[in-house]
């Protein structure tokens, strides 16, 4: 019993959507694995979905109808919360969309990356089927599903071993199969089922042996070095090369003991966190300067306290009166692990709650929080939630703070401490700044205005080590003045002790910048933002921060309760309580050009960026539309060619036969090597179910061979040459 071509391929294209739709899979499998993708299974079913409305033939706009559907009936199953049937769900599509514009990737919401997603499978079926129905060929998808996994299973922990016996099955099923559908198709053979059985019982022969054989087979040892860490490694490259390089990577690091040098820059993320508003992270404070570095008497005072418990229960600190605070709560996401615990640049702490901790120990000196087991063993969490009051500091009162009060005799000893042998250029220079003020805190201002000087340069790049005789402060402040954050805040430090104010240094992270984790908007902080910044203390106030570094402004809040609302809209007067009016528009003049040329660079700089987002835009559109118009000109050409000769007349037969001949090798119907036009002629005849190509062929070669002038011909052959142009695009 003969089996039709038409029946044939029926099931062939049930196996190879079959076949499809598992290369499909392993491209799902490593995004399960690698990401915190969930409910792949949903996405599995959409292609399944998909590729049965190919297979049936559903009209297009049936189709997208469908599709979108369930695209949506999946986004609101997977994301309850921001459903595309909520009436907010528009407002989150068109910010989304901003988002991709600004080239904001980040920002973008579950929900709206959801949907990006099924937008790529939707593609991906669609050119399945385009690669079985019209080309009949998937070796260009079977090799990119070889090359994808290849790269996965190298660079990334995904073991792509089964999935590559796996793809070697799946592809060489594929391509047998499609070798007997285009033979059947090409040379209009109805086979019989005994020979599609040998077919199959060899191909499926075939794809055993050579896996048992790629199993059996003795295999070399690795031609190449792995090339992973040399990858890895490669951003350390300059400090490998030279062993002298003292060169160190910015992040936090227990060892201050020697500052100075270049900081590598690192990207890496240490953490997020979803605070109400952005601050500074704190770990520690170290209070003795040795000339090159910091140190810090870690252990001499220290408390514990449990997992959720309420620290306002030990009487650690109260908040005084004169110091306004908010309660905040937030949860920290570590993703670099570390046994302290971040909390925020003077805030009262509250209570500290870790899914996994046991025990805190609170190092009152250093600031700094330790997690720990019930053995006393360091711990790393990975997540904890922490309640806080973040304060706000009256300058009023803290311009009433002129000198240490009877209590504060061991802090001055400790936080006013300074080596011996400092030189004496840093007593006269902080004499000279702060001679004119008579309070701490317009001392502290002026001296942390001072670095907004010009002479003042902030780089991370060929900074020095002080030399072996020499103080890192007195290097910076009167050699190189060039640095970062180390160098401004250990600067500052050393001058307001120089000053008899009592102060330390911090280090910890800036507040860092917005993005999205799991579906919420938090900061994300990474090893870029690792800080150091001053804190001051105040009789009845405590520790106040101060930000030195120049281009950083630090995240605390400072009011004026002297001042009335019109002394602050009036005044212009050169008074203390304007200080820091004063400090912010002597850092413009310094640092920014006037506000009319800044404005005017401002709109030159939005107007070029506007045009060449635009001109972005345009070469993106146009390149799809050549790319789209590339790869659909089978069908488009022929309606083009088939106006252009429309109303011809003339001698135009044979240029529009030999269109012909190259829109039917277009249309996969090339002429074999060796065969004559009249059996090219009969094959294309068969295929369509025409005998015009025959008749069209008859008179080329009329022409061609024996002479033969067009006299009228084109007028009489023109309905049979567009026929079969037409049924070429179909």
């Avoid at 106040?544 to 809209?569: A, C, M, R």
């Avoid at 590339?630 to 088939?642: A, G, N, T």
């Avoid at 252009?644 to 829109?663: C, P, V």
Wanted: hydrophobic fraction near 40%; aromatic fraction near 14%; include cysteine.
């Amino acid at each position: 019993m003969n089996v039709s071509t038409p029946l044939l391929e029926k099931w062939m294209h049930v196996l190879l959507y079959t076949f499809g739709l598992l290369l499909i899979t392993e491209w799902l499998r490593p995004v399960e694995k690698l990401t915190d993708t969930g409910n792949i299974v949903v996405f599995v079913l959409f292609v399944i979905f998909s590729l049965l409305l190919h297979y049936f033939h559903f009209h297009w706009l049936i189709r997208c109808t469908l599709l979108s559907v369930y695209i949506m009936i999946s986004v609101q199953f997977l994301h309850s919360k921001t459903a595309l049937f909520e009436k907010g769900y528009l407002l989150d599509f068109t910010a989304n969309l901003s988002n991709i514009y600004d080239g904001k990737w980040e920002l973008l919401s579950n929900p709206f990356r959801t949907f990006l997603f099924f937008l790529l499978l939707w593609l991906v079926t669609y050119l399945i089927h385009y690669w079985v129905m019209v080309k009949q060929s998937i070796f260009f998808f079977f090799m990119l599903t070889v090359i994808f996994i290849s790269i996965l299973d190298t660079f990334t922990p995904y073991d792509g071993d089964k999935a590559m016996i796996r793809i070697i099955i799946i592809g060489f099923a594929m391509l047998g199969l499609l070798a007997l559908m285009r033979l059947s198709i090409q040379e209009q053979l109805r086979f019989s089922r005994a020979p599609i059985k040998k077919w199959i019982l060899i191909l499926t022969g075939m794809i055993v042996i050579s896996v048992l054989f790629g199993f059996g087979a003795p295999k070399f040892s690795s031609q190449w070095p792995d090339p992973v860490p040399y990858i890895t490694s490669y951003s350390d490259k300059v400090m490998k090369e030279d062993s002298s390089s003292t060169d160190k990577r910015v992040g936090y690091d227990e060892d201050d003991s020697e500052l100075g040098g270049s900081i590598e820059p690192d990207s890496s993320i240490v953490f997020y966190n979803n605070a109400p508003a952005g601050h500074y992270w704190k770990v520690e404070n170290k209070d003795v300067y040795t000339g090159k570095g910091w140190v810090s008497l870690e252990g001499i005072d220290f408390f514990t306290f449990s997992n959720g418990q309420e620290m306002t229960s030990l009487n650690t600190y109260d908040i005084p009166e004169v110091v306004k605070a908010d309660e905040m709560t937030v949860r920290v996401s570590m993703m670099e692990l570390y046994s302290h615990i971040l909390h925020p640049q003077s805030g009262y702490l509250k209570k500290v709650e870790g899914k996994k901790g046991k025990e805190f120990k609170f190092y009152k000196d250093m600031d700094k929080i330790i997690s720990e087991k019930e053995d006393g063993e360091s711990l790393l969490l990975k997540e904890y939630e922490m309640t806080y009051d973040m304060p706000r500091f009256d300058m009023a009162e803290l311009r009433k703070v002129t000198e240490p009060d009877e209590t504060m005799g061991v802090l001055m000893d400790k936080n006013t401490q300074l080596p011996e042998g400092l030189p004496n250029r840093i007593y006269e220079l902080a004499s000279h700044l702060t001679i004119n003020e008579t309070n701490w805190y317009d001392k502290a201002k002026v001296i942390e205005n001072y670095f907004d000087g010009p002479d003042f340069v902030y780089s991370k790049d060929d900074i020095a080590y002080p030399e072996a005789n020499q103080d890192y402060v007195d290097q910076f402040l009167f050699e190189t003045q060039i640095g970062y954050c180390d160098n401004y805040s250990t600067a500052m430090v050393v001058l307001l002790r120089a000053a008899n104010i009592p102060a330390r240094w911090v280090k910890g992270y800036t507040e860092g910048e917005k993005s999205i984790y799991k579906g919420e908007s938090v900061y994300k902080v990474t090893n870029n933002n690792a800080h150091s910044w001053v804190e001051v203390y105040f009789s009845g106030i405590g520790w106040v921060p101060f930000e030195p570094t120049k281009g950083f402004t630090g995240e605390v809040e400072f009011y004026n309760s002297d001042l009335k609302q019109d002394d602050i809209k009036n005044s212009e007067t050169d008074t203390p309580a304007n200080a820091e009016q004063k400090k912010m528009e002597t850092s413009e003049r310094h640092d920014t050009p006037d506000k009319d040329t800044q404005a005017s660079r401002d709109r030159f700089v939005g107007s070029q960026e506007g045009i060449v987002k635009w001109t972005s835009i345009t070469l993106i559109s146009l390149l799809m539309l050549v790319t789209i118009g590339y790869f659909s000109r089978r069908k488009w050409i022929p309606h083009l060619q088939i106006l252009r000769y429309k109303k011809k007349s003339g001698s135009h037969f044979t240029t529009a036969y030999l269109l012909l001949l190259k829109q039917l090798k277009r249309a996969g119907l090339a002429r074999p090597e060796g065969q004559t036009l009249r059996e090219y002629a009969a094959y294309v005849d068969a295929v369509y179910g025409t005998d015009e190509m025959q008749k069209l062929t008859a008179r080329y070669e009329l022409m061609i061979y024996r002479g033969d002038v067009e006299n009228g011909e084109w007028e009489h052959l023109q309905i049979g040459w567009e026929s079969l142009m037409k049924k070429t695009s179909s």
